[in-house]
């Protein structure tokens, strides 16, 4: 008989040791290999202690934008530098230092910080000293665009070009923004967002202004002079402004009071603070100067020039350079008015979107998790929590619009309201779900279709990133827009760091088109009014308010042009001066399509 073989622990372990190569092998043999998911990596926090010495880089405005978020850093305490306008050579930066198929807006970005942080080293900073003392905010996302991976290709070229460890803050990043341990680097307290708030409405404003006054000046580079001097009053206005502090400016009885009683003290301090940032004595001050500042740049309405309003990826119909081939000057120097897009409107849209998925999120829930009729109670609960979501955004989103409206009353009136983001769904929705998110979402379509049947612009031009996904699919839907307006003039343009020829080559075949209806249109109105245009400019001339940058022009129906506007106003005026001279022909009304 035969005894059964004891098993010691080295041969045990030696049995497993071969049995999981052999598992090893055969994995590897039949191409089952495992692989490591990926995680990632921990961003080392910007943290308060370094506030003293790190330096905030951040860039992609434009210039009227960063220069007031500038002021804000600066107004907080932060140390802060706006990066370079992204030129060709920083695209071939990010080309060389990032992987291949990113779109433009990773490239010029990140190439851009790539070469000053070069820069930095070829003026002698030491390589680790630049990645402990400098850090990149930037925007973040979780689209389903390439726009969710900026964060990992900002990375990854920085790595190759031998910034490793550099710190790359988001938007939406907790690592980055509020440390973990410790006090955070970067705290939003009411003072920042309410600074920050002023200083996106200001720079939207501000921004439109400029593109609706300078190709009608008459002493050339006065617009832009008079502009330089306004924004360096705002600047002050956000960086030197002294913060509201209620035990500082309280009554000597009412400190007293408050001393104590924290609970009492900390919301009547945000409260002041947020009525010394958006209706204190020295915000409507400025904004006052910075009013009869530009009010004074003398104007002439009545060169005829086509409105062209430009849509398209966020970044693309942003950026002042060779991001997207430097566009709006070029359109300018075409003889152009360029209607450009306001940051506040892809804010109001995404406080839509956030009420529209909560009502989405709200049906799945009660279709997927039903209560029974007499669960009254858990029934009520649910529609509570779902309402008082959809209270707070709508308050949320009216808030935003009426600070914005109140900074363009403020700053003469004549920007644009922001459109309402309802009216845009609808318009989009036959041809674009408000559903199918992702870049502009349904805005791209929406805009056309508003600014085309309320005669606000002669052509839309919609710039985008070179193969923008969310881009090009609305610009495959667009074709069905077009194809019922008719005299629509609609032309989309994909940008990168090269082709800037044959895209302004594009540009101007179909800005022709735009300039012979902006004509046509300035022809039809003039006749309407039974006076020739010799007649009108010896009215304006007779009356000097006319020539002033913000005077307020009415929008006529049916009308687009600013020269047609305002002849159609100088028509009415003289023929209100003299009632025996009357208009001859009524305006022509728009076609409905």
């Given amino acids: 008989m035969t005894s059964t073989p004891i098993l010691t622990p080295d041969l045990e372990q030696e049995i497993q040791k071969r049995l999981a190569a052999e598992r090893a092998r055969l994995r590897r043999d039949t191409g089952l290999v495992q692989i490591n998911p990926f995680q990632k990596p921990v961003e080392r926090p910007f943290t308060a202690a370094e506030r003293d010495r790190v330096t905030i880089l951040f860039g992609g405005l434009t210039a009227k ?33 990032g992987n291949n198929g990113q779109c433009n807006p990773t490239y010029f970005t990140v190439g851009n910080l790539v070469q000053y942080l070069q820069k930095l080293e070829a003026q002698g900073m030491r390589r680790q000293d630049i990645i402990d003392n400098y850090v990149f905010f930037t925007a973040g996302s979780c ?69 609706q006054i300078r190709p009608y000046e008459v002493n050339k580079g006065e617009a832009n002079q008079v502009f330089g001097e306004a924004m360096n009053r705002l600047v002050r206005l956000l960086r030197d402004r002294k913060h509201f502090e209620i035990m500082e400016r309280a009554p000597g009885w009412l400190q007293n009071y408050l001393r104590d009683r924290k609970k009492v003290r900390n919301p009547m301090n945000t409260i002041g603070k947020i ?90 829930e009660s279709h997927a998790h039903p209560l029974p009729w007499y669960e009254f109670r858990k029934r009520l609960d649910r529609a509570m929590k779902l309402q008082k979501k959809l209270l707070g955004l709508h308050l949320g989103e009216v808030m935003w619009q009426y600070f914005y409206h109140r900074v363009i009353d403020k700053l003469g009136g004549t920007a644009h309201y922001l459109i309402p983001q309802d009216e845009l769904a609808a318009l989009a929705h036959p ?10 979402g349904h805005l791209e379509i929406g805009k056309n279709i508003y600014y085309h049947i309320h005669h606000l612009t002669h052509m839309v031009l919609a710039v985008k990133p070179f193969g923008c996904m969310p881009s090009s699919q609305s610009d495959g839907v667009q074709s069905a827009v077009v194809n019922k307006y008719r005299d629509m003039i ?50 304006v001339n007779d009356h000097p308010e006319l020539k002033r940058a913000l005077y307020k022009v009415p929008h006529r129906e049916g009308v687009a042009g600013t020269a047609a506007n305002f002849a159609a106003h100088v028509g009415a005026l003289m023929a209100r001066r003299n009632r025996f001279w009357p208009v001859t022909q009524a305006l022509p009304k728009p076609k409905v399509a």
Avoid at 65 to 72: C, S
Avoid at 290 to 297: C, K, L, N, Y
Avoid at 431 to 440: I, L, N, P, Q, V
């Fill in 65 to 97: 934008h960063e220069a007031l978020i500038q002021a804000v850093f600066h107004g907080a305490g932060y140390r802060c530098e706006i990066l370079p306008v992204p030129n060709v050579p920083a695209f071939q930066a990010g080309k060389e230092y």
């Fill in 275 to 364: 009525r010394e940032h958006l209706a204190g004595d020295v915000f409507h001050q400025t904004l006052d100067e910075v009013r009869e500042m530009i009010d004074a740049i003398e104007v002439d309405r009545l060169r005829v020039k086509p409105i062209v309003k430009i849509t398209g990826e966020f970044w693309a119909q942003t950026t002042e350079g060779d991001g997207n081939f430097n566009m709006f000057r070029f359109l300018e120097r075409e003889g152009a008015q360029v209607l450009v897009e306001p940051i506040a409107t892809w804010v109001a849209y995404l406080c839509h979107q956030a009420k529209t998925i909560a009502r989405h999120k709200h049906d799945v």
């Fill in 490 to 539: 609609f032309l989309p343009i994909e940008t990168s760091g090269e082709g800037e020829v044959n895209a302004h080559s594009r540009v101007q075949m179909a800005l022709g088109e735009a300039k012979a209806k902006a004509r046509a249109e300035f022809e039809t109105v003039l006749k309407s009014t039974g006076r020739s245009l010799d007649e009108i400019r010896a009215y």
């Fill in 143 to 211: 689209g389903p665009c390439r726009f969710g991976m900026y964060e990992a290709e900002y990375r990854f070229a920085l790595q190759n070009a031998g910034f490793d460890g550099f710190r790359v803050l988001l938007f939406q990043q907790q690592e980055g923004i509020n440390a973990k341990s410790g006090q955070s680097g970067l705290q939003f307290n009411v003072d920042f967002g309410m600074g920050m708030l002023n200083a996106l409405h200001m720079g939207d404003v501000m921004n439109e202004l400029a593109y």
């Fill in 431 to 440: 041809f674009y779900h408000k559903m199918s998110r992702g870049g502009e």
